[in-house]
């Protein structure tokens, strides 16, 4: 018999579910987590946790893409408006949002990272009436937020974990490293914790996520490949203003050097090594029809098979929006705002995983590894944590998608949430009681 076994999941399923509505209900978006990180820290002291949040766990030249102030003070005011903890959110005044947690077993043993996310969508959900957090009274009441990637889900998930790791204390060896990371969304947030060291000395380290894959709950992967490497980086070019109709040739147009600009990143010779992508997905210039554009802002990312890929396409757009600048007289100032690489999980860490889940209730069906498909910076910590001698690899809990995520009629099936705190526990309690050969 299993220690899990103990634990009434149904129970705690409801419970969980619970948590994840109300973080649905208030969703809140990169660097903005403030009551969505101030009712998890709640939750973690209830269960006698240390907790660590603040300017404490991040690395402020490493928080990347942060809303524009105005933005962080209204969310920051809203926050402040919906929670029971206002002293918790004024310590993250100014993003410092997410937390840490630390669960120490009855005996000696590994350190075990676990990672979750909290971040929403900057999305507007829909008012569908069949879309069922409409239906159920959980819709996100906060315009032009909404969980629709699950991050909700996975916040719950963290919380189910605590609670159970707590619950098995006399059985869990070493000890484990609980992060609940803000601003996933743009890859943001992963590098601000990752700089202050909280994962260098993880053994073993777990992410997952809910969904990406369509499938029954209970169909799980163990690993996945092919995370695209990405970097997000906004592009300003700075011209002269000028009449348009006196005297044309006193202004530099950067309205044309960014039109110049986009059309060439769009041409950029792909590479014979492997899959990559480039988006431009806004550009802004102008001010007015008969004034020469003087500034021109575009929200650019490149992405990469591997690593190197990512950096040749990055590279090359930079080189395109230097030389498309230069063509009109005006100058490109590119400013990075996230990003991750590529990471492989490791492969005996995997192998114990497919064991594990081969015992774990309610998982019918095991897949070894999942081309993931997308960028998530989860793989900072993982190649962190690889590089300093630890094993990591990254889970996919599948769930049935009535809509693709980062779509406002995504939802998701709510019976992946104590199954995923479940395998979580379970690959836990496997690590730290039976270290991995390596
Ligand atoms: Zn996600």
């Known amino acids: 018999m299993s220690a899990l ?34 009712r998890i820290i709640s939750e973690l002291e209830k269960l006698g946790l240390p907790v660590k949040f603040g300017p ?96 909700d889900a996975h916040a719950a998930i963290g919380l189910g974990l605590a609670k159970v790791l707590c619950a098995l204390r006399e059985e869990l060896c070493g000890k484990v490293i609980l992060v609940f990371q803000p601003g996933e969304e743009g890859l943001r947030g992963a590098a601000s914790l990752t700089a202050r060291g909280h994962f260098s000395h993880c053994d073993y380290f777990f992410g997952g996520h809910v969904g990406l894959i369509s499938g029954p709950v209970g169909q799980v992967a163990a690993s996945g490949h092919d995370f695209l490497a990405s970097t997000k980086f906004d592009v300003f070019i700075h011209g002269v203003p000028a009449h348009a109709g006196a005297s044309p040739e006193l202004g530099c147009n950067a309205l044309a050097a960014a039109a110049a600009a986009v059309t060439n990143m769009l041409a950029i010779s792909r590479t014979s090594q492997g899959a990559s ?9 102008g001010t007015g029809r008969n004034v020469i554009p003087a500034e021109a802002e575009m929200r650019v990312e490149t992405r990469g098979k591997t690593t190197a890929i990512n950096e040749y396409m990055e590279a090359a757009a930079k080189r395109v929006c230097e030389a498309a600048a230069q063509m009109y007289g005006c100058t490109a100032e590119t400013v990075y705002m996230g990003g991750a690489g590529n990471v492989v999980c490791d492969k005996p860490l995997v192998d114990r995983v497919i064991d594990v889940l081969n015992t774990v209730p309610g998982v019918t069906k095991v897949l070894p590894d999942v081309d993931f498909g997308g960028g998530e910076d989860v793989t900072t910590m993982m190649a962190d944590v690889q590089a300093h001698g630890g094993m990591a690899t990254e889970l996919v809990f599948c769930m049935p998608l009535k809509a693709p995520h980062h779509n406002g009629c995504f939802d998701v099936d709510e019976k992946v949430i104590p199954l995923a705190a479940r395998i979580f526990a379970a690959l836990v309690l496997s690590v730290s009681s039976d270290p991995i050969q390596k």
């Open 277 to 285: 992508r480039i988006n431009i997905g806004t550009l802004n210039a």
């Open 5 to 38: 076994d103990r634990i009434d999941f149904e129970a705690l399923g409801r419970e969980l579910i619970a948590f994840r509505r109300d973080f649905h209900k208030y969703a809140e978006s990169a660097w903005t987590e403030y009551r969505t990180t101030a």
């Open 56 to 151: 404490e766990i991040h690395t402020p030249e490493k928080m990347f893409g942060l809303p524009k102030p105005a933005v962080m003070e209204a969310c920051y005011q809203r926050a402040l408006s919906e929670t029971d903890r206002p002293e918790l959110v004024e310590r993250m005044k100014g993003g410092f949002t997410g937390c840490i947690t630390e669960i120490v077993g009855a005996k000696p043993g590994p350190t075990v990272g676990v990672r979750v996310d909290i971040d929403c969508n900057d999305l507007e959900e829909t008012d569908k009436p069949e879309h069922v957090p409409v239906a159920e009274g959980f819709r996100s009441v906060h315009p032009g937020c909404m969980h629709g990637c699950g991050h």
